[in-house]
Antibody
């Protein structure tokens, strides 16, 4: 079964850091670009970041560039999102997402989604 | 940034009817790199259409996509109660990737 399982969310104070993890299984992780997409409570979807199969291409939304960092380890079938200098407007459900292609610059859409992990930024 | 505007905001239809959801882009979407997603309450989004008109394996042929440039449409024929959800359009042809605000479909 193709599966993405996120972890690492929680309640954090503004200005602090958090690291999200995503464990992939059931498909060839090395063949796919991966992304993080978030959804604020009661709101729509916002793309956050994408990374190519070999980490050669990494892209970010303007809202997180310079604060968030995405990485992956193909040997461990794992994806991470390091989130620094968190702000209240970063509060959201964060989804780990698989791309149909191997590079976000050649994306064909997002075909597998995890169930998400909740990040709440509040004092 | 390409802004996507979906209409209508909410659509209420009966089982067996046909739904037509629209998404308009603020500028032309390169290479029709455009997708539709379905999000049922409490669930993660599901890819319905990519490349404007292609269905992934396992998506019923009741779902179809059309359009190019700045205007795209998702059509759902023979509506079923389980089609109740929020539908999002997305463009992935230009960074940053963007989503529409969603259309809520009530059956």
């Amino acid at each position: 079964e193709v599966q993405l399982v996120e972890s690492g969310g929680g309640l954090v104070q503004p200005g602090r850091s958090l690291r999200l993890s995503c464990a992939a299984s059931g498909f060839n992780f090395i063949d796919s670009a991966m992304h993080w997409v978030r959804q604020a409570p009661g709101k729509g979807l916002e793309w956050v970041s994408g990374i190519s199969w070999n980490s050669g291409t990494i892209v970010y939304a303007d809202s997180v560039r310079g604060r968030f960092s995405v990485s992956r380890d193909n040997a461990k079938n794992s994806l991470w999102l390091q989130m620094n200098s968190l702000r209240p407007d970063d509060t959201a459900l964060y989804y780990c997402v698989k791309d149909l292609r191997w590079d976000p610059l050649d994306s064909h859409g997002f075909d597998v989604w995890g169930q998400g992990t909740v990040v709440t930024v509040s004092s | 940034e390409i802004v996507l505007t979906q209409s209508p905001g909410t659509l209420s239809l009966s089982p067996g009817e046909r739904a037509s959801l629209s998404c308009r882009a603020s500028q032309s979407v390169p290479r029709s790199e455009f997708a539709w997603y379905q999000q049922r309450p409490g669930r993660a989004p599901r890819l319905l259409i990519y490349g404007a008109s292609y269905r992934p394996t396992g998506i019923p042929d009741r779902f179809s996509g059309s359009g190019s440039g700045t205007d795209f449409t998702l059509t759902i024929s023979r509506l079923e109660p389980e089609d109740s959800a929020i539908f999002y359009c997305q463009q992935y042809g230009s960074l940053p990737f963007t989503f529409g605000q969603g259309t809520k479909l009530e059956i």
